[in-house]
């Protein structure tokens, strides 16, 4: 536990030693206002038309129509952001040669892995806890549910941690961050439009390719739903990427 | 100490390192001597844990590299070629992190660091960020950070590369002073490297050992006679030759260079029989004058380039 722990809190530090901790947290923060900004005024006018009774909905509730939407919002800005995070987790350490300290020191692969997945992750949660000061308005003048909020969170941390599990995996089998990147971004977005073809596809097809995708997973939870399927699904993906991550540690090694 | 046994280390068809086999007891400095690519930092990594062997096994400080890894590793401190630094992180900030990664608890590595940072005169850079440190630095703080945990056995690759003459003499003399309480295996190609600091050596060329033993009877060894260089000042340089030539145990003389009186003679004589007193003698009552007399023994650089170029290694 020390040991991923130090390797935690050394990914953390360099974060915050690059610009690259501030860029994405700034930037996220911007993104974030904005799309907050955005719903609540498009939910100010539901709520008005609602009041005023003449062709709004039915009823209005701020969970539904501004929390849960805000939340997918964030995935957008996941998309984004987190490559950033990961791409250079594995590939600097590569091209540097500060992989062969990791390597000859009495740590395990894994140890290396979680630590870094942990640094990775302990970032996110800044970022995310930027977003507590527009929630903090939103319970301070109005009345929402907490109990849909605090899942909503749990829901994006567990998507977080799949894309960077997922980034980490990626960083691991190339020595070159801009190519980490890339691919990480085009495979986040692969996971993310996966079920777009769902609809013209057959009732099997149609449900795996469902659940493949990364944010359909997340709606039950923007929606105060924890449903052990969607755990199951996230857990067993950060589980899988991070096992590759090893694997591919190790690979190289076999390979030099 | 250490023990490597039939270590093979193939790269797709390409063989680095082929059947090399070393043993370095406890408290010994072992030069690791090779021309470029001849596979002594693959050996190293082998040692150290980060590469696997193909075949063959090491032993490291009791545990075997492969199959305990973290036991092996716990004991070995390691400079790889390039020193592998963090270039955001201050040399104190750096070394903590290592201290922690090697297992130093928690209590000791202030001390440590600090140690570490006063042996190898990197304490004035503490605050510097690794990246902005000049070459001879990063080397140091390299070596600092191999020092850190105290280990049974070090490993460095080219521990003076980058550094100016004085630091390469206050590196040397570090590295033996580190001897007798650590096991040292170092590589390099400076040769006179390998005879200040070195007990015993191994030159390895193309993945093999061509030769393992001590600088001094390395330089013996290869010849298969003794030889010495003989300055004499006689008026008739034949009488000279066939006065060097009855001295027993002698077996050739031959003329090197005749200057006026003043002639140099090759003496070789049986392996292993000092023949220096007779020649004095030889030369002295002739009433010659002996200006010079000295054996004549391949450097270490003759020697290396003798067995690294082609079909040699006996």
Known sequence: MTNILAIAHKELKSYFASPIAYIVIGFSAILYGWFFINLLYYFDRISMQAGAGFGGPQSVNVNEQLISPLFLNVSVILLFTLPLVTMRTYSEEKRSGTIELLLTSPLTDLQIVFGKFLGGLTLYGAMLAVTLVHMGFLFAFGNPEWRPVLSGYLGLLLMGGCFLSLGLFISSLTRNQIVAGMVTFAVFLLFWVINWIATFMGPTTQNILNYLSITEHLNDFTRGVVDTKHLVYYFSFIAFSLFLTVRAVDSERWRG | ?314
């Open chain 2, 1 to 314: 100490m250490i023990e490597v046994q039939h270590l093979t280390k193939r790269y797709g068809p390409t063989i680095a390192v082929d059947d090399v086999s070393f043993r370095v007891e406890k408290g010994e400095i072992l030069g690791f001597l090779g021309p470029n690519g001849a596979g002594k930092t693959t050996t190293m990594r082998v040692l150290t844990g980060y590469v696997p062997p193909s075949e063959g096994r090491a032993v490291v400080a009791g545990y075997d590299i492969f199959d305990q890894p973290i036991e092996a590793k716990r004991r070995i401190g390691y400079l790889p070629e390039t020193p592998p630094l963090y270039p955001e992180m201050t040399v104190g900030d750096y070394l903590l992190f290592v201290s922690k990664i090697k297992g130093v608890p928690r209590a000791d590595r202030k001390a440590r660091v600090a140690e570490a940072m006063e042996r190898t005169r990197v304490a004035d850079m503490a605050g510097r960020h690794c990246g902005k440190l000049s070459k001879g630095y990063r080397q140091r703080v390299g070596l600092a950070q191999a020092l850190l945990h105290n280990p049974e056995v070090l490993i460095l690759d080219e521990p003076t590369a980058g550094l100016d003459p004085k630091q390469i003499i206050e590196t040397r003399q570090l590295i033996k002073h580190l001897g007798g309480d650590h096991t040292i295996i170092l590589s390099t190609h400076i040769l006179p490297e390998v005879s200040q600091t070195c007990g015993r050596v191994v030159i390895i060329n193309k993945g093999r050992v061509v030769a393992v033993d001590t600088p001094e009877n390395l330089t013996a060894r290869l010849r298969g006679s003794e030889t010495m260089y003989v300055q004499v000042d006689a008026p008739v340089a034949g009488d000279v030759r066939a006065a060097l030539q009855a001295v027993p145990g002698v077996t050739e003389v031959s003329v090197a260079d005749t200057r006026g009186n003043v002639a140099n003679y090759e003496v070789n004589s049986e392996s292993g029989r000092d023949v220096r007193r007779e020649l004095a003698s030889a030369i002295v009552s002739h009433g010659w004058g002996l200006l010079e007399l000295r054996p004549l023994r391949m450097s270490l650089e003759e020697i290396f380039l003798h067995l690294t170029t082609e079909d040699v290694a006996q």
